[in-house]
Nanobody
């Protein structure tokens, strides 16, 4: 089974930036739509951004204009550039295939903590 590995999280001050990476164990990313999700303590997992195999993107209203999702098919990686971070962006961030029926088991995610 394909595994997805998220990385790039960390502790950053409000207004700062981070770039998250989502890599697959096999060369499946370039043929699939991918979503970035996040889950804050005590809250349900929510979708943050999506990118189609053709490069079309969509964003949650809460991150529109601040986050950018992109893909590098040669590196089999999808990125989430996060700028102007806010404390409410604090969460564990995950990636997975879209649509839901293509999703694989959730990875460990990468922790993003934004201090005020």
């Amino acid at each position: 089974q394909v595994q997805l590995v998220e990385s790039g999280g960390g502790l950053v001050q409000a207004g700062g930036s981070l770039r998250l990476s989502c890599a697959a164990s096999r060369r499946f990313l370039s043929f699939n739509d991918i979503g970035w999700y996040r889950q804050a303590p005590g809250k349900q997992r929510e979708m943050v951004a999506t990118i189609s195999s053709g490069g079309s993107t969509n964003y949650a209203d809460s991150v529109k204009g601040r986050f950018t999702i992109s893909r590098d098919n040669a590196k089999n990686t999808v990125y989430l550039q996060m700028n102007s971070l806010k404390p409410e962006d604090t969460a564990v961030y995950y990636c997975n295939f879209l649509p839901d029926w293509k999703a694989v088991g959730w990875g460990q995610g990468t922790q993003v903590t934004v201090s005020s």
